[in-house]
């Protein structure tokens, strides 16, 4: 552990690099520490830091810049959380405040809201669905070959998907499974209608030739619905983190960003356990290379017997951290409110 000295001119270094991007020196943090300290003891104490690994000095300057592991302990043992101007609330809540008519305009909306506050890149997952049940299902022609699968669930999303269908499939075998899926799954959960579940029904009430194109068409439209939503906004801010150097892997970030499985492991490396509402990973502890200058911040929001999901930003390093872990702490809790009021509309 640093003393308390040491750790206020870390803590210095950082609030002053994260404002001016530019290396700080013995003076700069002389006239900013709230003590007063001598030059040369403020020396001193950076190259017991720089020896400590938390500080490194560029090459073009004399002054220093936090290291990962300066971030690191800043972030464990530092940083305390800042409220925003009333005009941040202000905006949150009042772009929030509007109708949305299912679940995933309301998660959508979230991660735009964090990307505009932030410019940086924003996700949002939506609440686990593991008590979400079927209350209605409809297959409606488009054309000879084409129809529209509707899905309605408990929590008043719908789920829209368009099929073609196979040759020489009749409608009385499509108005049948219909029947057979509203007799048989409505009031049922997502997470009850398994593969197998669906294959024991068809096999004893549908007897033909396509009971087989009909299964995987109803799996595909449950399994989409039962997908949890993931949902990402201001892809384009990862530009401002970049140089000529390094655009290629600019481009292959953003490719890797349309990948829901990608995200999604991006996401769950930010959820550990650990007892603080808001967890931070450093480019060094994320799974992927690309991201070594970035950093990401994870909130999980509540919204009791309806699950949890999580919001998340991706930033560069040296990021404002007590000014977002302060905004996403209160985002996580006004998200939970609008998506608590949202569900009671349909108790």
Known sequence: MLTERQEL?????????????????????MNQLPI????????????????????????????????????????????????????????????????????????????????????????????????????????VPLSSRQVMAILVTSDGNVQNQVYALPHHIHGEEIEKAVRLIND???????KEITPALLESLTSKHLVSGHATELIDLLQDVVKNAASEQMYVDGQLNLLNNTTGENVRDIRSLYELMGQDSWVSNLMSCGSDGDEFPIQVRLGSEMP????????????????????????????????????????MDYFRNELAKKLLDYYGRFQ
């Open 9 to 29: 001119i870390l803590k210095t270094i950082i609030k002053d690099f994260t404002q001016n991007q530019e290396p700080v020196g013995s003076k700069t943090v």
């Open 36 to 139: 007063k300290v001598s030059s040369a003891t403020i020396r001193n104490e950076m190259a017991t830091l720089e020896d400590n690994g938390l500080i490194e000095k560029t090459h073009s300057s004399s002054g220093r810049v936090p290291s990962t592991e300066g971030y690191r302990y800043y972030l464990d043992h530092l940083v305390e959380p800042l409220e925003l101007p009333k005009s941040v609330y202000d905006k949150i809540v009042y772009q929030l405040d509007r109708p949305f008519h299912q679940v995933n305009e309301i998660v959508q909306e979230a991660a735009k809201i964090l990307s505009d506050l932030t410019n940086y890149t924003a996700f949002a997952e939506g609440p686990e669905n593991h008590g979400v049940t079927v209350t209605g299902f409809r297959i």
């Open 184 to 190: 048989n799954l409505v009031g049922r959960t997502l």
């Open 288 to 327: 992927n290379d690309l991201l070594k200058n970035y950093s990401l911040l994870t909130a999980e929001y509540n919204v009791g017997d309806h699950g949890k999901g999580t919001i998340a930003l991706l930033g560069p390093t040296n990021m404002p951290y007590s000014q977002m872990i302060g905004l």
